[in-house]
């Protein structure tokens, strides 16, 4: 299973930027899929987080300015990301919590994707 990453990149504060990720590989279902971002010198925090029911939850940072979704028929999962802010700028991950048609339940990890916000 492989999660890839993309749509970061280089924005002025109060654009916007929409992060994709796909999980792909030999998987029976996908449980829930989320979001997280580490700026340097700190810890990895969650961002955004979607169950496969559609139930979503926020960082308070991000209520209000950030938007998860995903496409179940594409196992994709995304972040609609508007009103950056410098403070927004990190890398961020992908997550998905996914089970095998062996039945095991495993936690998988995309490749960062560098979100940069200027001032």
């Known amino acids: 299973v492989q999660l890839q990453a993309s749509g970061g990149g280089l924005v002025q504060a109060g654009g916007s930027l929409r992060l994709s990720c796909a999980a792909s590989g030999i998987i029976f279902s996908i449980n829930s899929m989320g979001w997280y971002r580490q700026a340097p010198g700190k810890q990895r925090e969650l961002v955004a987080a979607?169950?496969?029911?559609?139930?979503?939850n926020y960082a308070d940072s991000v209520k209000g300015r950030f938007t998860v979704s995903r496409d179940n028929a594409k196992s994709t999962i995304y972040l609609q990301m508007n009103s950056l802010k410098p403070e927004d700028t990190a890398a961020y991950y992908c997550?998905?919590?996914?089970?095998?048609?062996?039945?095991?339940?495993?936690?998988?990890w995309g490749q960062g994707t560098q979100v940069t916000v200027s001032s």
């Open positions: 997550n998905a919590d996914i089970t095998s048609y062996r039945g095991s339940r495993s936690d998988y």
């Open positions: 979607i169950t496969s029911g559609g139930s979503t």
